[in-house]
């Protein structure tokens, strides 16, 4: 396999996997099929309508694919996708969820071999993109367990005063739309990703700007993970064009930014109170940590329900929970 | 004219047997012909030496005058509350935070009757209601969150819950003391110390709190009310040495919170409006369901943000559920809310029966058709009669917007996925109401309506133990119960 160069114009000298298929010998050589790398709206794979594309490159600078720059259009396209897949997926037995996330682990298992030849064409040593994939998978699978358990740790049954059943529970927030980690091309995705879904709601994530290409791998992943699309959109572009967008759109529920840039979390903060939207900033989380996954991930963009309903009162005798 | 016939029962009391006036005595309240800031356990005059008059809306008569409190003293209380923290509160065992805590609750209880009658007088509410839900509440609430304060390592699994600091904590007008104690209670609970702002139509309870506050000893500058407009609580929710804004209010005012704080990390809970749907299927208890009704939207004048203000019956009921709450409406009394006999009392202020009054016009001229009760009110005041609007459109701005008094809009449905669209198609999410016998389809409609407390079969029922607090633009973060300590926390 050659190391992907600009389409369609094969380099053959270069070869930084030397895994041997150089042409050196009599032998003619096979062309390398190439990747297009997409974004994922709705269950599917277009190209940014908006036809715009960035040179995603190594760290020396060499060229690793033409990646869509998407545009507004794209991001509210995507928010469509995502608030129309957020009633079925709110809605599917929190055991069905947990199920495809499982899912989502086992298929991102039998592409290991492939993101961790993505991450090293970005610059991760073959160490470092082994351990980031593991610990991608088993993130999924510590999330899927949370799917149906994190509701039961954080619910209440309230002994009010009155002869009433009340109860408080944790429903999803709805739409979230997300601006992943930018230093890393796997783990930020799916560690933002993975408690935004568990939590039962459907999201729109900016994948990191210089390390795109385990995102739009990823998409292909969960296409083939029983989710619903729809349920996780992602993009790939440029953070300070996008992130005005995510945060001012009025159908979107909450805004999450795993980044420091003081100047932008502002200017998330100040847009979300358009619609008064849900903010998260996860700006210290080491996302190769232990403590980048824990059941307060998903609470973050959860909302308290609490129901009432009388106790009927017959004889004098008050009932009460 | 043709007499419309009717199968329900009038219920005419008023014709019936006319009630004789059952005033409350006002002397169980002591109210001082002037009130200062209340910042680190002291009464202190304004620096900038400016009073406001605070009035009785149920007669426009001055009940006192109140201090304005400018920057000068918003940093003052910030400094008294910052020092306090720093140097005695956050150092308090938990168990002494407690029982201070408790001891409030004790003399709120104490003297319970003195803060209905004052609340009542300063903010129109009747006398039944403030003596018999916002005092005892409020005192339950100091109550139930005072346990917590030695408790929180079993709130948050696998977390230390540690305060945040200095709480800033902006209090509407419709609930004046109570909303005090949701504020209050849980903040010092958590191990916080709190600069308070009451509204400025109703500050008087939250004074009355004060002197509590200090006669229970509690440690100088935990706890600061200071009073004042809408310049007084910019000031707090600028001050840089807030790590806390707690704001109960409007959606508008909550969004320029929202936004003044972006550049800080400055922590938010917002409790803003709210246009509740509450929805009567066919097969309901009609009569039970049309109470409902009637507490939920003439409850508290209306000024409820909670306020089932959007009211979708069922088409094959329709005509029967609109007769019935509109011979409801005539027995309903309007007028001094220091009469025990009183339902509906005064509007909170001038300005506030305006905008109702505005909305009225609106309701009418986009075509909606207006029904009032034929009760009379008192000459002087605010008053409002309760008023039903029919034949509404979803996008009216009667049915779109807060309108914050006894004002009803009615929509009829077919089924439940109609009313569940209609009930969730607005950018609010605070409440909702459903009224049905059959179980399967509560929990249907109380899974999908997309709001914070759902009341089926009920409605405007309100606990310490119990979470409040809203989804989409009504807010968020919650007041109340074990999910309410989470405001005044960060996890480590």
Redesign the interface.
């Known amino acids: 396999m050659a190391t992907k160069t600009k389409p369609g114009i094969p380099k053959e000298s270069i070869n930084l996997n030397g895994n041997g298929h150089s042409n050196n010998g009599t032998e003619p050589k096979r062309l390398e099929v190439l990747k297009t790398y997409k974004i994922y709206i709705g269950g599917q794979f277009p190209r940014t309508e908006s036809g715009r594309y960035y040179h995603a490159t190594n760290g020396k600078g060499e060229l690793l694919a033409n990646v869509c720059l998407s545009s507004r259009k794209d991001f509210r396209d995507a928010v469509v996708a995502a608030r129309a897949a957020f009633g079925g997926w709110s809605a599917r037995a929190a055991f069905n969820r947990g199920q495809i996330l499982y899912r989502i682990a086992e298929m991102l298992e039998g592409r290991k071999a492939q993101f961790i030849d993505e991450l090293m064409k970005q610059d991760s040593t073959r160490a470092q993109a082994e351990a980031e994939v593991n610990l991608a998978i088993d993130r999924f699978i510590y999330y899927s367990g949370w799917c149906d358990k994190f509701q039961q740790?954080f619910s209440?049954v309230?002994?009010?005063?009155?002869s009433?059943f009340?109860f408080?529970v944790p429903?999803p927030?709805?739409v979230v739309a997300a601006i992943a980690a930018q230093d890393s091309s796997l783990i930020g995705l799916v560690s933002v990703i993975a408690p935004i879904i568990a939590g039962g709601n459907s999201c729109v994530v900016l994948a990191s700007n210089t390390k795109p290409l385990c995102a739009v791998t990823f998409a292909e992943v969960l296409n083939s993970s029983d989710l619903p699309g729809g349920v996780v959109n992602i993009l790939t572009g440029k953070v300070a064009e996008l992130v005005p967008f995510f945060a001012d759109h009025m159908d979107v529920?909450a805004t999450v930014y795993c980044g420091a840039e003081?100047n932008m979390q502002?200017?998330?903060?100040?847009k979300?109170?358009?619609?008064?939207k849900?903010v998260q900033i996860y700006d210290k989380v080491k996302w190769m940590s232990e403590e980048a996954q824990?059941p307060?991930f998903i609470m973050d963009l959860q909302?308290?329900?609490?129901?009432?309903?009388?106790i009927e009162n017959i004889g004098g005798a008050k009932a009460g929970y | 004219m043709a007499v419309k016939k009717s199968n329900t029962i009038k219920l005419k009391f008023d014709s019936a047997r006319n009630l004789a006036p059952a005033p409350e005595s006002k002397s169980a309240a002591k109210i001082n012909e002037r009130y200062d800031l209340f910042i680190n356990g002291k009464f202190e005059k304004p620096s900038g030496k400016k009073y406001f008059a605070t009035i009785n809306p149920a007669n426009e008569e001055k009940l006192a005058d109140v201090a304005e409190a400018n920057n000068a003293d918003v940093n003052k209380a910030v400094t008294a509350a910052r020092t306090a923290y720093e140097k005695v509160w956050k150092k308090t065992a938990p168990k002494e935070r407690a029982k201070y805590i408790y001891r409030i609750a004790r003399m709120i209880q104490e003297r319970a009757r003195e803060f209905a009658v004052i609340e009542t007088l300063d903010g129109g509410k009747p006398i039944r209601e403030s003596r018999d839900f916002d005092v005892p509440t409020a005192a339950n609430h100091f109550f139930y969150y005072a346990g917590w304060a030695d408790k929180l390592e079993y709130a948050f699994p696998n977390r230390n819950a540690q305060p945040l600091g200095v709480a800033g904590q902006i209090i509407p007008w419709n609930f004046p003391l109570l909303m005090a104690a949701w504020k209050i209670a849980p903040a010092l609970a958590t191990g916080n110390t709190v600069v308070l702002k009451p509204a400025e139509t109703t500050p008087l309870t939250a004074l009355k709190l004060a002197e509590i506050i200090r006669e229970a000893d509690l440690p100088p500058g935990v706890v600061n009310i200071i009073t004042g407009a809408g310049e007084t609580g910019a000031a707090i929710v600028n001050h840089p040495d807030i790590n806390k804004i707690a704001f109960t209010g409007s959606t508008n005012v909550g969004k320029i919170i929202q936004r003044a704080i972006a550049g800080t990390n400055k922590k938010a809970t917002l409790e803003l409006g709210g246009k509740a749907a509450n929805i009567i299927f066919d097969d309901a208890p009609l009569d039970q369901a049309v109470e409902g009704v009637i507490n939920g939207i003439f409850f508290n004048q209306g000024h409820v943000c909670c306020a089932g203000s959007r009211l979708y019956v069922q088409e094959s009921v329709y005509k029967t559920v609109v007769q019935k709450l509109k011979d409801r409406m005539e027995t309903l009394i309007v007028g001094d809310p220091m009469d025990k006999n009183t339902d509906i009392g005064a509007i909170n202020s001038k300005e506030q029966l305006e905008t109702i009054n505005k909305y009225l016009k609106i309701g009418q001229q986009e075509g909606a058709e207006m029904y009032q009760s034929a009760c009379s009110v008192p000459r002087k005041g605010f008053y409002c009669r309760p008023t039903i609007f029919t034949n509404v459109a979803q996008s009216n701005r009667i049915a779109q917007e807060e309108i914050f008094g006894p004002v009803l809009t009615i929509q009829s449905f077919r089924t439940d996925d109609e009313v569940i669209e209609k009930a969730n198609n607005t950018p609010f999410g605070l409440s909702a109401g459903v009224w049905t016998d059959k179980g399967s389809k509560i929990f249907n409609l109380t899974t999908k309506l997309r709001a914070g407390v759902i009341w089926a079969n009920t409605y405007n029922k309100f606990d310490p133990v119990s979470p409040f607090g809203g989804y989409k633009e009504s807010g968020y973060g919650r007041e109340g119960g074990l999910h309410g300590l989470q405001a005044y926390i960060n996890l480590v």
Do not use: C, D, F
């Not at chain 1, 909302?303 to 009388?310: A, D, L, Q, Y």
């Open positions: 740790i209440a309230n002994p009010v005063a009155s009433h009340n408080s429903e927030t709805g529920n003081a502002q200017m998330i903060k100040e979300s109170a358009l619609n008064v849900r824990s307060y909302e308290i329900k609490t129901t009432w309903h009388p």
